[in-house]
């Protein structure tokens, strides 16, 4: 129907006549003659009717905004001075012969360019007119542009695309798993899988030696801004390769990847930082190096003070007191902000939030401002400045308490101040984190801190099963501006070191077994040594595109509560189907 694009439409076709189709953006009737902004997804191009022709004027005269049309006409350079530079198009003009309206249009919910004063609930309910927005259009296209460079980047260096079942087992991966019933089963249930995991590393058992995969996965667990219940993976896996190797050829595309789509220059090799590292100067696994603020440890400082908020946790093993200095925070902070801090680590579960201002550090305590100065010992307050390197006009703030609570709090801190203040040093900030803890401890059993099929650093079973709390994972993430955009390991080849780190984590044989069998038997039959990873699409369009909530990158997400306003999903179904699946529903009572 069309013979050209809107942003096709251009200075080298003045003098020719064009076809086009879209919707109507705009539409302004200047004494007389009526200009027609027609949008499509390629961006805007204006349509002029004089009124010669009458009756395609009468036509152009009657539609209105979101009017869907096809347009002919000749294309004309605009009278000087009436130019556009904010559109490709804008240095012409069609002048319209004929008009076909397609379709009328009611009037639309919400203006398109008035959106940001629309709440995201109508927004999503009308999810097909928030899509025609340039802006939400512009990030789709993007996100198909990243998906058609890593396809074509992957097939380069020999991986295979094969796809991996949907309908699978549950297995624990750490998230609870979407249930599907079976009618042929009555009683059995298939999952949603949450990554094919298990599946790509049977590829590799099978000698499919590079995989890929770019995948929908699904998790029934707590939503955030970054987090959706159906959410796409890049999903790759390799054999006969170490961590090294696949980092290496992963960084590379990264690296294309941003230069290609978003013209960015990271490094060819990227910084790398172990987990202890990240933890103990960022408080997080995840750490945002844009951000000019890091924790020093001051435990050995405070052993000894009589301040039992400080002593108490510096003599505890399972905590830790920390220092972060914010340069000039003096200048930059408001007493108020002060306070709104304070609630703010509090959400993390921190009771308070302990500062000193530095105004004149050359006179000691009396050139120090805080309410906890007069608890601590001279000695104390000088080798905190010290080993903060602290001046006149900063701020030091302390976190001091258990592990996780001092890292949740003290970490979201220092990213909401890096934010509020704008301290970032630069626009991009790419590493790795390797050398993450196999386990994690908590209610005196063990957890796996990626998946229980990453291969711990250590030789042999025995010597995981010495000392299961010291051993180190051969786990690796990718973070960019901290978040986590892809997390990968090299996978546990042999059957005994699966079995032992299945019976770490609890589970017992009958229960690997029963869940697992598949690949304990595969591992019998000549594993490979494998890894691999797997990219968030979501996550990474969503960085490409400067936005921070993920939902702007899915064509049809779901809200905060895993629910779609627009189809009204989850729903009810009849008692006939439930009853064809022999399935018997249990309301609990409403609060």
Not at 269 to 290: F, H, Q
Not at 498 to 508: A, E
Not at 571 to 578: K, N
Request: aromatic content about 10%.
């Amino acid at each position: 129907m069309r013979s050209h694009y809107s942003s096709e439409v251009n200075e080298t076709l003045v003098g020719q006549i064009v076809e086009i189709c879209g919707w109507v953006h705009r539409r302004r009737d200047h004494g007389g003659v009526i200009f027609l902004d027609i949008r499509d997804r390629t961006g805007l191009v204006q349509l002029v009717y004089e009124p010669e022709n009458q009756e395609v004027f009468k036509l152009a005269d009657h539609v209105r905004h979101e009017y869907v049309i096809k347009a002919k006409g000749l294309v004309k350079m605009r009278p000087e001075g009436q130019e556009n530079s904010n559109l490709t198009s804008g240095k012409i003009e069609i002048i319209g012969q004929d008009l076909i309206l397609i379709n009328q249009a009611k009037t639309i919910p919400f203006q398109l360019d008035e959106h940001q004063h629309v709440g995201e609930d109508v927004r999503l309910k009308y999810r097909y007119i928030d899509l025609r927005r340039p802006e939400i259009q512009n990030r789709l296209m993007q996100r198909a542009r990243i998906s058609q460079f890593v396809r074509r980047y992957l097939d380069e260096h020999g991986f295979l695309d094969i796809e991996t079942p949907f309908l699978t087992k549950a297995t624990p991966e750490g998230a609870r798993d979407y249930l599907v019933p079976s009618r042929n089963h009555h009683g059995k249930f298939y999952a949603l899988p949450q990554s094919p995991q298990l599946f790509k590393q049977l590829l590799m058992i099978s000698g499919f030696d590079r995989y890929y995969q770019i995948v929908k996965c699904f998790r029934d667990e707590d939503l955030r801004a970054d987090r959706q219940p159906e959410f796409t993976q890049i999903d790759i896996e390799a054999s006969f390769i170490d961590e090294e190797r696949l980092m290496s050829i992963m960084e590379k595309m990264i690296h294309a990847l941003f230069k290609q789509v978003a013209n960015v220059d990271f490094p060819q090799s990227l910084p790398v930082i172990t987990y202890a590292e990240a933890m103990g100067k960022y408080g997080s696994d995840k750490p945002d190096l844009r951000i000019p603020l890091y924790f020093v440890d001051v435990k050995s400082i405070m052993k000894n003070e009589d301040f039992k908020v400080f002593s108490i946790p510096a003599n505890d093993d399972k905590s830790r007191v920390i220092a972060m200095r914010l340069p000039d925070g003096n200048a930059l902070l408001t007493r108020k902000m002060l306070d709104d801090y304070a609630n703010f680590v509090g959400i993390y579960g921190a009771k308070g939030l302990a500062y000193i201002k530095v105004n004149d550090k050359s006179q000691g305590r009396e050139g120090l401002q805080s309410p906890i100065v007069k608890n601590l010992s001279e000695a104390a307050l000088s080798q905190v400045l010290e080993i903060t390197g602290a001046n006149d006009g900063d701020i030091i703030f302390f976190g001091a308490g258990k592990v996780n609570v001092v890292n949740d709090s003290m970490g979201a801190l220092r990213v909401k101040i890096g934010e509020d203040l704008k301290l970032y040093t630069k626009a991009w900030a790419p590493l790795w984190v390797i050398d993450f803890p196999m386990f994690e401890e908590a209610d005196g059993r063990y957890y796996a801190l990626h998946h229980p099929f990453t291969a711990p650093k250590v030789d042999s079973v025995d010597a995981l099963k010495a000392y299961p709390e010291n051993a180190l994972s051969r786990a690796y993430d990718m973070v960019i501006n901290g978040y986590e955009v892809g997390g990968g390991s090299i996978r546990i080849h042999d059957q005994k070191m699966q079995q032992m780190v299945f019976g770490l984590l609890g589970i017992t044989e009958e229960e690997a077994k029963e869940k697992f069998s598949f690949l304990l038997d595969a591992l019998q039959y000549g594993a490979p040594v494998h890894g691999g990873i797997a990219f968030g699409l979501d996550r990474l369009t969503m960085l490409i595109t400067h936005t921070t909530n993920i939902r702007d990158v899915i064509a049809f997400p779901k809200t905060q509560t895993a629910s779609c306003l627009m189809t009204e999903a989850p729903a009810e179904v009849s008692s006939a189907q439930l009853k064809e699946l022999a399935i018997q529903t249990v309301l609990g009572n409403k609060a």
